[in-house]
């Protein structure tokens, strides 16, 4: 456990090299890369999205493809085609960009529903199919996806469906003045990420990935988590609560984040850490709810308070 301790650590420091300030984002991705999940960044142009799924891959030796969405893209664009080759008489699939141990989804929401849904069978089955054939994806895989919370114009919002296959959602944000600052300096002559380098190999990381799933979850802090969830379904102001993938999602991040700590065990404290994160993009609001401009994290922070934490004494 400590080796994938001191992995993860090494590169959480390494990437926050670049991203400057965001070292809770930073942590996130990590968190998300470590529970073999995808990641679905959603903030304005410029504060760092690109520079995030850039300096990971790096960080790792992963191999990193880039993806810009827009509305003339194909779902061979992304996925690849199969040419038909004269001199063997045979077609021969040439692989698209999704092809990659990090793939970087950019403005996601600009392509059709028809070309988002290319991503479906990767992201959870992490293999394509193409002309009744499927081609394995090379682990690890993970799809960090970015889209535009402002720009509405031209956009295909994600389906239900899609959304649900995100293990976390990430918001960025304004850097604070003194960071901004700091990312001045930091880039007057040279750009940080020209400087990084690989810090743990491919096979760290799938370690990584076995030694979360050995982390110890407590029967008390598993039904804590399933608490949780079943209450996103029954809220007032819910018209679709999160899936059973989102109660295997915070039980599979909580690990991650234990590991992360260098615990061997999951505390409540980090389900309420990462309630958020996984839960959000996962409750869809009713439009009474939407009217009075009430937010997702409001809901999950109301559950939290009333949901009963392990342990503790309930009110009579």
Known sequence: ?????????????????????????????????????????????????????????????????????????LPSDVTGVSIYNQKTEEFQFRPGPIVAQILL?????????????????AMEEHQLTVDGVTHPLPPPFMVMATQNPIEYE????????QLDRFIMRIRL????????AAILDSQTLSHPIDDIEQVVDVEDLIEVHRVVREIRVDPLVRQYIVDIVSST?????????????????????TQALALLMGRDYVIPDDVKTLAEPVLGHRVILNPAARIRNVQSSSVIQEILQTVPVPGTRVPA
């Open 105 to 121: 989804a950019d403005e996601i929401n600009r392509a059709t529903p028809k070309t988002q849904s290319a991503l479906l069978e």
């Open 154 to 161: 031209g956009t295909f919002p994600l389906p239900e469906a």
């Open 233 to 253: 379904r029954s809220h007032a102001d819910v018209y679709l609560g999160a899936s059973p993938r989102g109660s295997l999602s915070l039980f599979r991040t």
């Open 1 to 73: 456990m400590s080796d994938a301790n001191t992995a993860l650590r090494t590169v959480l420091e390494n990437v926050s090299h670049v991203l400057i300030g965001k070292r809770r984002e930073v942590e996130l991705a990590l968190i998300a890369l470590a529970s073999e999940g995808h990641v679905l960044i959603e903030d304005v142009p410029g504060v760092g999205k690109t520079m995030l799924a850039k300096s990971l891959a790096r960080s790792i030796g992963c191999s990193f493809r880039r993806i810009q969405f827009t509305p003339d893209l």
């Open 173 to 180: 944000g304004y850097p604070s003045r003194a960071d901004e």
